[in-house]
């Protein structure tokens, strides 16, 4: 996937002056060899400059992590810490922020090697409040050097996701269709976390199409997606169509995309689309997405950057389905019940037409939509991708803003059970604990729309610290619940 950010932590380690300074340059030495025994040295930096204890160490530091090419910080207190050296430390720093801190090593040194970082953490805390800076810390912050080693590692995702946010661009071709206010959702908070958004007509997209007619690419592109669906070609006719669509979006996106480096795009796929272009974009969607490119259907402009941010966290493509129907109770009955641990109520079915890729699909054919062709000629309506979702861990998630501009979002893991649907489009038997409730009480009562990112795999803890980075609320951070533990608005005599 070449539109994701690599990772580069500096590893700063601070001391208070009144505090041996061997202290922390011992413990951050200690550090970088368990990360480098357990993880290797990639994605980490070790600043040698200095040990901070001052302002001017700490603008030396930010030098020579800058240099090093470090777009993410990971401030070590090895013992107590400079509470304003530390925190000014983060400020300064161009990119996500972590704090961690050292524990007593052994009881027979607790007296000149005693560092007290677990008392720093909280004045670093308490800082880092009063300035108003970002940073993320751990649940519990203070650790082994492998203790610590694993929290930075945990820490990738998380910044990966920020740096990836702060330097994207979502491009938009729409309005969106008729009868979908759903996915409608104010722009102003695009700008709030760092995105830049670029919102186009369909009809600019129609002339970029039309002026790749003939492109020399065409049959190369059309053996990739022949080699990719094998026997599940079954429109063969409809590719170099296909073939010229996906060439017209990535020469927009390398055309457009402008002082950003990476791109994700919410695309419209209907009314109009299918009469004028002659297909549906599906299967290009679904390909964009394995490319690291997230494609969102329907102009959803929030579910295409909850695509982009799942991307980042899983480094694998997503897919962005609609919570779609309920499962039969004969399948239920057959397949289910006395296989796995679910209610009846726990499982929905997560549908869309063809944009999920083909390496999260068990099976796939590529042919015609069905909707669609109930109303219009199956020959514009070629280009959907169907097939079984593959069975396995997913997390189920959204970031959305309200009508009136407010983040909110929400996370549930689950998992795709290996029921077959029976059905058509891309498609899954979805098991979330406690789906009804959360159904109910968030996805109805917080007003999200039908649409929700799907990652491959249980994602929600770095997922959850991304979004209270970025700024949601705590109490607009929703999750499935257990029974032991009520929604607001659930009625406790239901």
């Avoid at 070790?46 to 204890?53: A, G, L, N």
């Avoid at 996701?161 to 491009?171: C, E, F, H, P, Q």
């Avoid at 009314?271 to 679904?286: D, K, L």
């Avoid at 996370?411 to 098991?431: C, H, N, W, Y």
């Amino acid at each position: 996937m070449n539109n994701l950010p690599q990772v580069k932590v500096g590893i700063v380690a601070v001391s208070r002056d009144c505090f041996p300074e061997s202290l922390s340059v011992n413990r951050r030495k200690a550090l970088v060899k368990a990360y480098a025994d357990k993880y290797g040295m990639d994605g980490i930096y070790e600043c040698p400059v200095c040990i901070v204890e001052s302002e001017i160490h700490m603008v030396q530091a930010l030098e020579d992590i800058k240099k090093a090419g470090c777009n993410a910080l990971c401030v070590y207190l090895g013992n107590f810490g400079p509470e304003i050296s530390e925190t000014l430390l983060a400020k300064h720093f161009d990119g996500p922020a972590m704090f961690i801190a050292a524990a007593e090593e052994t009881q027979n040194d607790l007296v000149g090697g005693r560092g007290d970082a677990y008392c720093g953490m909280l004045n670093a805390s308490y800082n880092l409040k009063l300035r108003n800076i970002k940073a993320y810390i751990p649940e519990y912050p203070v650790g082994t050097p492998e203790e610590c080693a694993d929290m930075i590692n945990e820490f990738l995702p998380i910044a990966r996701a920020i740096v990836g946010l702060s330097d994207l661009k979502i491009i938009s071709f729409g309005p969106r269709p008729l009868n979908f206010l759903a996915c409608n959702a104010p722009i102003k908070q695009l700008y709030n976390i760092g995105v830049e958004i670029e919102e186009n007509s369909e009809l600019d997209l129609f002339e970029a199409f039309k002026k790749h007619d003939g492109d020399e690419r065409i049959p190369a592109k059309v053996k990739e997606m022949e080699a990719e669906l094998g026997e599940g070609n079954m429109k063969p006719e409809v590719l170099p169509k296909l073939a010229q669509y996906e060439l017209t979006l990535l020469d927009w996106v390398e055309a457009h995309r402008g002082y950003r480096k990476y791109v994700a795009i919410a695309g419209k796929c209907w009314p109009a689309f299918q009469t004028q272009f002659g297909f549906v974009p599906c299967y290009v969607n679904s390909r964009l997405t394995g490319m690291g490119i997230p494609v969102s259907c329907e102009v959803d402009i929030y579910g295409c950057l909850s695509e982009f941010i799942g991307t980042c966290v899983s480094q694998d493509a997503v897919t962005l389905l609609d919570i779609n129907n309920t499962v039969p109770a004969d399948m239920y009955n057959e397949s289910i019940k006395d296989t796995f641990a679910y209610t009846h109520n726990d499982t929905f079915m997560g549908f869309h037409c063809g944009n999920t890729n083909t390496k999260k699909l068990s099976f796939c054919s590529m042919k015609y939509q069905m909707i669609m062709a109930r109303t219009l000629p199956e020959e514009v309506t070629q280009g959907t991708l169907e097939g079984d979702i593959v069975p396995g861990d997913i997390t189920f998630y959204r970031l959305q803003s309200t009508a009136d501009c407010k983040l909110r979002a929400y996370i549930a893991q689950g998992e795709v059970l290996p029921v077959a649907t029976k059905s058509f489009g891309s498609i899954g038997v979805f098991a979330i604990p406690e789906m009804q409730r959360f159904y109910r009480h968030v996805l109805i009562e917080k007003n999200y729309p039908h649409h929700g990112a799907v990652a491959f795999g249980h994602f929600g803890k770095a997922l959850f610290e991304v979004f209270k980075y970025i700024g949601v609320p705590v109490e607009d951070l929703n999750y499935n619940q257990p029974k032991s533990l009520p929604y607001p608005t659930e009625n406790p005599f239901a």
